[in-house]
């Protein structure tokens, strides 16, 4: 069967490719396989395909913007979709994407590959549930604690209540790690672990603070690590290694502390040395770390089982019911038989003043008795039952055994330098729990490795619940085994003074206690190395997301990634715990952090859940939103059970972090469950809003601003903003609006830019609201479709604010002032108020500031009361805090100018209004000539722009009906070319409007709002019209007709007199303008009443002339029309 065959293509109707083009396309392929040796040789498509049979692809990425030239023709079956390759894949493509999908390996596999990169790529063998989650968890959750503290927990609170605190604390962890199981078998979650997790559920700013929290949490922990090694050195292992010895009774702790802090910060430069050279091998000696845990764990149980059979000997030395510390004394009795002689001990000797039996000794030495008993009895002695209770005490005192008896003396002499065991801090059990906390932490390791997992979704819910189910039994059933094991006051002794200064956990230990010692003090190494290499990358992994810009430099490292800066930061933080160089005081700051992230991690997970978001589909069934919040309670107790003012502390820092986030961060879009919170919370609040109006009390300006743009989408008048942000200071809706002209698929690009245009602008202005841009075929109705639809539901707009159109007279803007008066039109049919804020580019900027000055308000007729309420917001703002406010109002003829004051300062006393009042008096006066004259030349002006003026539009419509109506007639009459006809119009047409300004042709849309005679002669001029053929003599005729016409109207407009109503008009404007400008000339701003336009439609452009005359001479004026209902009120 041959290997090389022709595919001939079938060409689609209506679809022929030039021959040419074919033929030559037809060689380069023929050389092209010539080339290739052996192939298929074939066409259809475009397809260059192999002896097998297999398309070749080119690019493996989606939208790959290299593509083969035989890619061109592919797909002819999808042609309908081949314009939308770009953006929209090809299923196939996009699936064999997704199933090669890889997860970038977390730790240092990357690292060793980029410090090798010629080294040939070698899959790395992935890890089951076992090895890559369970034990990395266990080796987490065992540690320090477990060994240094737990007896100690145990005899301070009791069996039952530490079986409490430990099952408060497994418990949170168990609910935490269902929650974590849910999010992390919710898709694929990459390096990050709990960061990763929580960022991409609850958003960048809860992501931040609390993924910082988790890393000052890991660090805050490496120091607790390197205290534990370091008090397992000291006291356990080579006391006599200590650096600083205590000179004088008491001062034993203190320099205690001082050794710590020495060898803790030498132990912390080791470790950044080691992590520093090579991550490596601290992950190649986890092992060994893990196995040291897990040996010690079995010789503890161990250790159990032998007490049965045969406890061990720890004999325990009790002056009357106080342990003895047999670090100075090794004979534990007052007299010792030496060759049939009584001598005193050498504990005597601490007691009394002598060595003489005859010596002065401590009282309480001398009546009781000095008894040994066995510090572990075993698990069959019954010692249980005196352990089930608390013994708390405070600081400094001695441990005693219960059911003791013994004699008390007079406590004259001081007690500090008797060889009692004392404790070194104060106990109770909120204490305790922020103690033992951090030995259940550790529950992420396994989702902290998933990308080095087999099956991270199945490994990481079983392997993480499992090591948490197995810790807790092992920590659950050691509180009851030590507690019947051991004695109390040994349980008691915190660094095991009264059994010769071993650990007292390793006496219980089978074969020797030196088992526990050497385990512990290697684990404690390894878990501080192991918090020294993973918060540092935690800590880079923040840093790279770019969320938290003053962390950003820890993002970088060594050439092969290794994370420098982060890791000295981690480094100096851990030294700050090394300086507190007590255990039992870092415990409970690293608990406080954990419990945080702990506490959102269970938030994340039952917001996804109530919010039943389409992507929130986790393999994991076995979770519920009530486990979730009941963890994420548990929690927030935890942490103030701990310490109240740490929790505040640590909740101020996630605060901050948070707020820094929100405030300067990047911005992240992560699909979070955050967001979906706040639509949620958005559309419940705006069902509950009521669509009818507010109450007064609760009025305020809702504000939609119509805002002009340029020609490049850029706003015309930025300070309309400012002066938004003045009056808002971010309070309540605002919604900045603009109109687009033509039509959304023709506007579509300059649409988006004009958006992005306005929101940044809002964002310099500080105005915080929504942008709405409209495209609409007529700037009119754009504006009105705003007015009508912009906000939603009971949150709407109340109030327009715009700015006047300051170029209205101008001959090519003259539809701007009907837009402007139809939009006042429609602010007062829809119940709105208005603002127009005049001379808008003399407004203040937001960083400017008045140091004086005033803001007069001008109540001429009261509409609501927006007047009054405006002044008092503007005054809110820095801009204009230091600005008075004065109230003017005008009296007439009639009126009590005396009393008008006192009402309205009485009124303005109940409004709780500070404010200068002011009554002006207007009186009737004859009208001047001036008003006259303006009256008339105004109603001149429009008379004249009326017959004279035609926007380009109608010159345009009219040009065109005339060539339709005369190719119409040469169709028709079949006399001669109409191209030849259409041409010597539209000739005629341009040669006359470049000799004259005057119009065409008749004004049919004037006709037919003229009387009915002339709509009579007009309808019987139109069959003429319609059967007339258009030459140059009808046509020049036709002109000399409409020429004359106009000639006679402008006879008319240099003869007419002033319509009387005009001029009262007028007349107010003027005298209203001459008051103001008496009085507030100076002032800051000017608030002003705006009349409303006339009910004729034929006084609109007489109408801005009357405005325009009102606020002449004035900088910066707000005309002010409210909507008619109350917007303030007296009552609270």
């Known amino acids: 069967m041959p290997t090389n065959f022709t595919v001939v293509p079938v060409e689609a109707q209506g679809g022929e490719r030039d021959s040419a083009e074919r033929d030559a396309w037809r060689q380069e392929e023929e050389e092209d396989n010539r080339d290739r040796g052996s192939g298929e040789r074939g066409e259809q498509g475009g397809v260059r395909r192999s002896g097998d049979g297999i398309s070749r692809e080119s690019s493996p990425f989606i939208n790959s913007a290299e593509m083969d030239r035989g890619n061109m023709y592919e797909g002819k079956n999808m042609a309908l979709f081949e314009e939308e ?116 559920s609850l958003g960048p700013e809860f992501g931040g603070a609390v993924g910082l929290c988790f890393y000052l949490g890991t660090t805050f922990a490496g120091a607790m690590y390197i205290l534990g090694t370091i008090e397992i050195l000291l006291t356990y292992i080579s006391p006599s290694a200590a650096i600083f010895k205590a000179e004088e009774v008491g001062e034993e702790t203190e320099a205690m502390l001082n050794n710590m802090r020495v060898y803790g910060t030498c132990i912390i430069i080791l470790m950044a040395i080691v992590v520093f050279v090579g991550v490596k091998y601290v992950n190649k000696l986890a092992l060994v770390f893990l196995a040291c845990v897990i040996l010690s764990i079995i010789a503890i149980y161990a250790g159990v089982i032998k007490t049965a059979i045969d406890p061990p000997d720890f004999p325990i030395c009790l002056l009357g019911n106080r342990t003895l510390s047999k670090r100075s004394f090794d004979v534990c009795a007052k007299f010792t038989e030496r060759n049939n002689e009584t001598k005193t001990t050498n504990l005597w000797l601490l007691f009394c003043n002598s060595s003489l039996p005859t010596a002065m000794c401590d009282d309480y030495f001398s009546l009781n008795n000095v008894t040994e008993i066995q510090g572990i009895p075993g698990i069959l002695s019954g010692v249980l039952i005196d352990n089930l209770w608390s013994t708390y005490s405070e600081k400094g005192s001695i441990v005693e055994k219960k059911n003791q008896p013994s004699v008390s003396g007079s406590e004259d002499i001081k007690i500090a330098g008797r060889p009692y065991v004392f404790t070194d801090i104060m106990t109770y059990f909120t204490v305790l729990v922020g103690i033992y906390f951090p030995s259940v932490t550790g529950i992420m390791a396994g989702s902290n490795r998933s990308g080095d997992l087999k099956d991270a979704q199945k490994s990481i819910p079983t392997g993480t619940i499992l090591a948490i189910s197995t810790t807790s039994f092992i920590y659950l059933s050691c509180i009851v085994l030590f507690g019947a094991c051991i004695e109390g006051v040994v349980l008691r002794d915190k660094f095991g003074e009264a059994v010769n200064g071993n650990l007292v956990v390793g006496t219980l230990a089978w074969p020797s206690p030196w088992v526990i010692v050497i385990g512990s003090f290697f684990s404690t190494c390894g878990a501080g190395l192991q918090s020294l290499t993973g918060a540092p990358r935690l800590l880079q992994a923040i840093a790279r997301d770019g969320i938290v810009p003053f962390i950003q430099v820890f993002g970088h490292g060594k050439a092969n990634g290794e994370p420098t800066w982060a890791l000295l930061l981690t480094a100096a933080i851990c030294e700050i715990g090394i300086l507190i160089a007590s255990l039992d005081s870092v415990a409970p700051i690293l608990s406080m952090f954990f419990l945080m992230c702990y506490m959102f991690v269970n938030l994340a997970c039952a917001v996804q859940t109530l919010l039943r978001t389409p992507n929130w589909r986790p393999r994991f069934k076995y979770y519920h939103w009530t486990l979730s919040f009941l963890g994420m309670s548990l929690c927030l107790a935890l942490m103030f059970i701990c310490s109240w003012y740490y929790a505040l502390i640590a909740m101020l820092i996630a605060g901050c972090i948070y707020k820094y986030i929100e405030y300067r961060g990047a911005e992240k879009e992560w699909g979070d469950g955050i967001r979906g919170l706040s639509l949620n919370a958005a559309r419940y609040a705006l069902l509950r809003v009521e669509d009818g109006p507010p109450h007064t009390k609760n009025w305020r300006p809702q ?229 006259y004259e303006k009256t008339l030349m105004m109603e001149q002006r429009s008379q004249m722009l009326k017959q004279m003026q035609l926007s380009k539009n109608e010159r345009e419509r009219e040009i065109q009906s005339i060539t339709d109506e005369s190719r119409g007639s040469v169709r028709r009459k079949s006399c001669s070319s109409p191209q030849s006809i259409g041409q010597d119009v539209q000739a005629l047409l341009n040669n006359d409007y470049d000799k004259e300004e005057a119009q065409l042709i008749h004004d049919r849309n004037t006709a037919s709002r003229s009387a009915p005679a002339v709509k009579a002669s007009v309808a019987a001029a139109m069959p003429e019209k319609v059967q007339m053929t258009w030459t140059k003599e009808k046509f020049v005729a036709e002109k000399h007709k409409n020429k004359d016409t106009n000639v006679s109207g402008f006879k008319d407009i240099f003869n007419m007199k002033p319509n009387q109503s005009n001029v009262r008009r007028m007349h107010t404007a003027v005298k209203l303008n001459g008051v103001v400008l008496n009085k507030s000339q100076h002032a800051q701003l000017v608030l002003l009443n705006m009349p409303g336009p006339p009910k004729n439609r034929k006084g609109d452009e007489n109408y801005m002339e009357f405005l325009e005359v009102l606020t002449e001479g004035l900088d910066r004026v707000l005309l002010v029309r409210g909507s008619g209902r109350e917007v303030i009120t007296i009552y609270s």
């Open 85 to 200: 390759m770009d953006s929209n894949p090809m299923v196939s493509s996009l699936l064999n994407k997704l199933a090669n999908y890889t997860n970038v390996t977390q730790g240092v596999v990357e690292h060793e590959a980029d410090e090798d990169s010629k080294r040939k790529e070698v899959k790395v063998p992935r890890m089951g549930t076992f090895i890559g989650v369970y034990l990395p968890c266990l080796q987490n959750i065992l540690g320090v604690i477990l060994f240094l503290r737990l007896t100690w927990i145990v005899g301070t609170a009791g069996v039952l209540e530490s079986f409490i605190i430990v099952f408060m604390c497994c418990a949170c962890t168990m609910l935490t790690a269902i929650s974590m199981s849910a999010i992390a078998t919710n898709g694929v979650v990459p390096a990050g672990g709990s960061y990763y997790m929580i960022s991409r």
């Open 703 to 931: 504000l939609l601003v119509l805002l002009n743009l340029d020609c490049e989408q850029l706003v015309k008048h930025p300070r309309l903003l400012s002066f938004t942000s003045q009056l808002k200071a971010g309070k309540g809706l605002t919604i900045v609006g603009s109109v687009l002209q033509g039509t959304y698929l023709d506007k579509c690009v300059e649409t988006q830019k004009a958006e992005e245009n306005v929101k940044a602008l809002m964002a310099v202005e500080k105005t915080k609201g929504f942008c709405q841009i409209v495209v609409s075929p007529s700037f009119r109705d754009g504006i009105s479709h705003l007015i009508q639809s912009a906000g939603l539901g009971g949150m709407k707009h109340n109030t327009v604010l715009m700015a006047w159109p300051q170029s209205w007279k101008q001959t090519e803007n003259h539809f701007s002032w009907k837009n402007f008066v139809d939009t006042v039109r429609e602010t007062t049919a829809a119940q709105q108020a208005l603002l127009v804020a005049k001379n808008i580019d003399l407004f203040p900027t937001n960083q400017e500031r008045f140091t004086e000055g005033n803001i007069d308000v001008w109540w001429i007729v009261h509409d609501g009361g927006m007047l009054m309420l405006l002044p008092f917001l503007l005054r809110q703002h820095k801009v204009w805090r230091k600005c008075k406010m004065r109230i003017f109002t005008v009296a007439q003829m009639d009126d009590n100018s005396i009393q008008m004051k006192k009402d309205l300062q009485m009124f303005l006393y109940h409004l709780r209004l500070n404010a200068e009042v002011e009554v002006v008096e207007m009186f009737e006066n004859d009208i001047s000539a001036f008003t």
